[in-house]
């Protein structure tokens, strides 16, 4: 069955952290990038990191450069966000995919899984 499952959000205070967790079934993970994304209420869902297929190299969108980390276990078929300093702009269902890049313009071509819900609030 093909899957992707995201765990790991919760409550929060402004300043703590959260690891997020993203389980990918079904599916040749080790060949593509992946990423997390987040959607927050009102607005599109936006890219917020990515990691290359063998895990040497990512990238983060500003807002949560220097704050978030990906990082991926292709054994496992697992992708994790930790995120650090959460603010409260940072409250938002977080979501895991794969793809690629096409230039510089990321393709997520999984179905979507369910999220994981994260809020900063104190």
């Known amino acids: 069955q093909v899957q992707v499952v995201e765990s790991g959000g919760g409550l929060v205070q402004p300043g703590g952290s959260l690891r997020l967790s993203c389980a990918q079934s079904?599916?040749?993970?080790?060949?593509?990038?992946a990423s997390w994304h987040r959607q927050a209420p009102g607005n599109l869902r936006e890219l917020v990191a990515t990691?290359?297929?063998?895990?040497?190299?990512?990238n983060y969108e500003d807002f949560v450069k220097g704050r978030f980390t990906i990082s991926r276990d292709n054994a496992k078929n697992m992708v994790y966000l930790e995120m650090n300093s959460l603010k409260l702009e940072d409250t938002a269902v977080y979501y895991c995919?794969?793809?690629?890049?096409?230039?510089?313009?990321?393709?997520?071509?999984?179905?979507w899984g369910q999220g994981t819900q994260v809020t900063v609030s104190s």
């Open positions: 995919n794969a793809g690629y890049y096409a230039g510089n313009y990321y393709t997520a071509i999984r179905d």
């Open positions: 079904g599916f040749s993970f080790s060949n593509y990038f």
């Open positions: 990691i290359t297929p063998d895990g040497h190299s990512t």
